[in-house]
């Protein structure tokens, strides 16, 4: 008796799913295709979602920029500049765009990650401007990268940084390194989806900004450094990079300085941007 | 086939491809297949793992192009009409193709917003969908702590927030238990009723009997047949007999008897008391049981199967289909493109 009204009631809760799931097919109406923004725009409320869930995330742009400003500051200060608070000034912008630059990479492994799973697939499958998962991944990433110069140089403010360029000099820093580390995000986007595995990129990206961050002009003034160093130094990206904030926050700041920085991030995003799209177009 | 084509219009058809080709290094992955999928139809495929099943769904999805060969899907170009063809067709991949860090109502709402729905209208539409699916109480989980079945709801939901005309399911039901897999194929009965086409890949015999109208068998890329599963079975024989007899002693004097009442050849297997035999005419058994009973020959356990993948696989290759770990190198890239999911 008991099962056979079981049975009935399966039967009967089958049927009333076919019948919801009827009804939701019969809304047969399309919404007008989005534009390039609003896709992007959706994505980038995919990435802030998943830092809501994950928010150990964040520890690159808050516990990272802490440690490194009070780890080189208080470690080489004295030995470079003579006191801790010279050094500052200087270390300030320097430090700013390595830690910056450091965690745009991380914009590589994220990516990494979604390839190995099938959403992307169903996003690749969806009749939507294609770069768009990538721009609002970008975009979110700009996010982040403010959060940390945020907090960097207002611990910076603490100990001692001064500044002379003003609130809008450093505002206008941020924002050029923001500009720079979107663009080089790109190389990483390009990284991310050719490398087999996160642990790969995370060695490659390592081989790459470990030399181009150190052999440049954030710890040291580049005129103590033997000749032919000193060449790589002035043609390396990052010391363009870091002379400009350096300008921008101290009011001494020129444009031909900012010049060389976007003509460096627009060097490097015409060549990466198509790339990435090229291979996650034909991706297998 | 032909006669198929003949009487049908290109209009009347959701896929037509010809001679698609997808190479992999030096393996041919998909080894030129042609289809032909009437609209408002399920169409099965059916193949072992790295037969060419998930290769061909892909690039009929517009994920993979392909190497040579041409296809239309709803009257547009593959290749030429991409964009056009994304717009029409949904697919839903052998590995969940949700976000797993999200919530159910997220994700829906995350794909209605993407295709162009206001921001209302896409979380009424996610509310609707986890409704008809079953899922509203795990609307708010994250889908990592979904079960397999929930997953695989959730993830055909997702590729009906827009009804699509065309629906890939690439191996829906394969690891989900008896009940889940009803469960999908009450959804792909009701997406069919509802009027859209449904191309599914499976390497279960059983359940593209079930669903399919038409179902083609795939092995190292190429087609070995095609047809109805009525068709099919009639070229394979409508199933597997086995008996089983208490005493392994009567063996021979069983065989005799099964070979003249079933009129086909009689199977004795390493296990001393059983034998086996492709029937083509289920009626005959009977009589072949009853033909046993009166020789004095105890029978403990008899079964008539349908036939299962590998039988088919037998008859129409010769060879057992490849199984997962019998396979392997036999056709190495898909392989491992489905283990790096």
């Given at each position: 008796?008991?099962?056979?009204?079981?049975?009935?009631?399966?039967?009967?809760?089958?049927?009333?799913?076919?019948?919801?799931?009827?009804?939701?097919?019969?809304?047969?109406?399309?919404?007008?295709?989005?534009?390039?923004?609003?896709?992007?725009?959706?994505?980038?409320?995919?990435?802030?979602?998943?830092?809501k869930?994950?928010?150990?995330?964040?520890?690159?742009?808050?516990?990272f920029?802490?440690?490194?400003?009070?780890?080189?500051?208080?470690?080489?200060?004295?030995?470079?500049?003579?006191?801790?608070?010279?050094?500052l000034?200087?270390?300030?912008?320097?430090?700013?765009?390595?830690?910056?630059?450091?965690?745009?990479?991380?914009?590589?492994?994220?990516?990494?990650?979604?390839?190995?799973?099938?959403?992307?697939?169903?996003?690749?499958?969806l009749?939507?401007?294609?770069?768009?998962?990538?721009?609002?991944?970008?975009?979110?990433?700009?996010?982040?990268?403010?959060?940390?110069?945020?907090?960097?140089?207002?611990?910076?403010?603490?100990?001692?940084?001064?500044?002379?360029?003003?609130?809008?000099?450093?505002?206008?820093?941020?924002?050029?390194?923001?500009?720079?580390?979107?663009?080089?995000s790109?190389?990483?986007?390009?990284?991310?989806?050719?490398?087999?595995?996160?642990?790969?990129?995370?060695?490659?990206?390592?081989l790459?900004?470990?030399?181009?961050?150190?052999?440049?002009?954030?710890?040291v003034?580049?005129?103590?450094?033997?000749?032919?160093?000193?060449?790589?130094?002035?043609?390396?990206?990052?010391?363009?990079?870091?002379?400009?904030?350096?300008?921008?926050?101290?009011?001494?700041?020129?444009?031909?300085?900012?010049?060389?920085?976007?003509?460096?991030?627009?060097?490097?995003?015409?060549?990466?941007?198509?790339?990435?799209?090229?291979i996650?177009?034909?991706?297998? | 086939?032909?006669?198929?084509?003949?009487?049908?219009?290109?209009?009347?058809?959701?896929?037509?491809?010809?001679?698609l080709?997808?190479?992999?290094?030096?393996?041919?992955?998909?080894?030129?297949?042609?289809?032909?999928?009437?609209?408002?139809?399920?169409?099965?495929?059916?193949?072992?793992?790295?037969?060419?099943?998930?290769?061909?769904?892909?690039?009929?999805?517009?994920?993979?192009?392909?190497?040579?060969?041409?296809?239309?899907?709803?009257?547009?170009?593959?290749?030429?009409?991409?964009?056009?063809?994304?717009?029409?067709?949904?697919?839903?991949?052998?590995?969940?193709?949700?976000?797993?860090?999200?919530?159910?109502?997220?994700?829906?709402?995350?794909?209605?917003?993407?295709?162009?729905?206001?921001?209302?209208?896409?979380?009424?539409?996610?509310?609707?969908?986890?409704?008809?699916?079953?899922?509203?109480d795990?609307?708010?989980?994250?889908?990592?702590?979904?079960?397999?079945?929930?997953?695989?709801?959730?993830?055909?939901?997702?590729?009906?927030?827009?009804?699509?005309?065309?629906?890939?399911?690439?191996?829906?039901?394969?690891?989900?238990?008896?009940?889940?897999?009803?469960?999908?194929?009450?959804?792909?009965?009701?997406?069919?009723?509802?009027?859209?086409?449904?191309?599914?890949?499976?390497?279960?015999?059983?359940?593209?009997?079930?669903?399919?109208?038409?179902?083609?068998?795939?092995?190292?890329?190429?087609?070995?047949?095609?047809?109805?599963?009525?068709?099919?079975?009639?070229?394979?024989?409508?199933?597997?007999?086995?008996?089983?007899?208490?005493?392994?002693?009567?063996?021979?004097?069983?065989?005799?008897?099964?070979?003249?009442?079933?009129?086909?050849?009689?199977?004795?297997?390493?296990?001393?008391?059983?034998?086996?035999?492709?029937?083509?005419?289920?009626?005959?058994?009977?009589?072949a049981?009853?033909?046993l009973?009166?020789?004095?020959?105890?029978?403990?356990?008899?079964?008539?199967?349908?036939?299962?993948?590998?039988?088919?696989?037998?008859?129409?290759?010769?060879?057992?289909?490849?199984?997962?770990?019998?396979?392997?190198?036999?056709?190495?890239?898909?392989?491992?493109?489905?283990?790096?999911?």
């Open positions: 008796m008991m099962n056979s009204a079981n049975h009935a009631k399966a039967a009967q809760t089958q049927l009333n799913t076919n019948e919801k799931i009827k009804d939701v097919l019969a809304v047969r109406t399309r919404p007008k295709r989005p534009n390039g923004i609003r896709t992007s725009l959706t994505f980038g409320w995919r990435a802030l979602l998943k830092i869930y994950v928010p150990e995330q964040l520890l690159d742009v808050t516990a920029p802490i440690m490194f400003l009070l780890m080189f500051t208080y470690l080489f200060g004295g030995a470079i500049a003579g006191s801790t608070s010279d050094y000034q200087f270390l300030l912008p320097g430090i700013l765009v390595m830690t910056v630059v450091t965690i745009t990479m991380y914009t590589g492994v994220e990516l990494n990650n979604d390839i190995t799973k099938g959403i992307f697939d169903r996003f690749r499958s009749p939507i401007w294609r770069p768009s998962v990538l721009v609002g991944m970008l975009l979110v990433d700009a996010v982040r990268y403010t959060v940390a110069s945020i907090i960097m140089i207002t611990l910076g403010l603490i100990m001692g940084f001064r500044p002379d360029g003003g609130a809008l000099g450093v505002i206008g820093a941020v924002g050029l390194l923001i500009l720079f580390s979107f663009s080089l790109w190389i990483w986007t390009t990284l991310g989806l050719t490398l087999r595995s996160e642990k790969s990129l995370m060695g490659v990206s390592m790459v900004l470990f030399p181009l961050t150190f052999v440049s002009n954030v710890y003034d580049p005129e103590t450094l033997p000749s032919w160093l000193q060449a790589f130094v002035e043609v390396n990206p990052i010391s363009i990079l870091v002379t400009a904030i350096r300008g921008l926050m101290h009011g001494t700041g020129t444009i031909e300085q900012v010049g060389w920085v976007f003509l460096a991030s627009a060097i490097i995003t015409v060549i990466f941007a198509p790339l990435t799209m090229y996650y177009r034909n991706k297998k | 086939m032909d006669s198929t084509n003949d009487v049908r219009g290109a209009a009347d058809l959701a896929i037509e491809a010809k001679g080709v997808k190479e992999f290094g030096n393996n041919r992955a998909v080894d030129g297949v042609d289809l032909v999928v009437p609209k408002g139809t399920v169409y099965g495929f059916l193949g072992p793992n790295g037969a060419g099943k998930t290769t061909t769904v892909r690039m009929l999805a517009t994920l993979l192009r392909p190497d040579e060969g041409s296809a239309k899907i709803l009257g547009h170009d593959l290749v030429n009409e991409a964009e056009k063809v994304r717009g029409k067709v949904s697919l839903t991949g052998q590995f969940a193709s949700v976000d797993e860090d999200l919530t159910g109502l997220e994700n829906l709402i995350l794909i209605g917003r993407l295709l162009g729905y206001s921001r209302r209208a896409a979380m009424n539409r996610a509310n609707e969908l986890l409704e008809a699916f079953s899922l509203e795990a609307a708010k989980r994250q889908v990592k702590n979904y079960s397999g079945g929930m997953r695989r709801r959730l993830d055909i939901a997702a590729s009906i927030v827009v009804t699509p005309e065309l629906l890939f399911l690439d191996e829906p039901t394969t690891g989900l238990d008896p009940r889940s897999r009803n469960q999908v194929w009450e959804i792909v009965r009701a997406l069919v009723d509802g009027g859209t086409t449904v191309l599914l890949t499976t390497q279960y015999l059983d359940e593209a009997d079930q669903l399919a109208d038409r179902i083609a068998v795939i092995d190292h890329g190429r087609l070995i047949a095609e047809g109805t599963s009525g068709e099919l079975k009639a070229s394979v024989g409508s199933g597997t007999f086995h008996v089983r007899l208490l005493d392994p002693e009567k063996r021979q004097q069983a065989e005799q008897i099964l070979a003249v009442k079933l009129h086909v050849p009689i199977h004795l297997s390493t296990d001393q008391t059983a034998l086996s035999a492709q029937i083509s005419d289920t009626k005959l058994v009977a009589d049981l009853g033909e009973a009166d020789a004095n020959i105890t029978v403990t356990d008899f079964s008539l199967g349908q036939p299962s993948l590998d039988e088919v696989f037998l008859t129409l290759t010769g060879r057992p289909a490849d199984a997962v770990d019998g396979g392997a190198g036999e056709n190495p890239a898909e392989k491992n493109e489905a283990g790096e999911k």
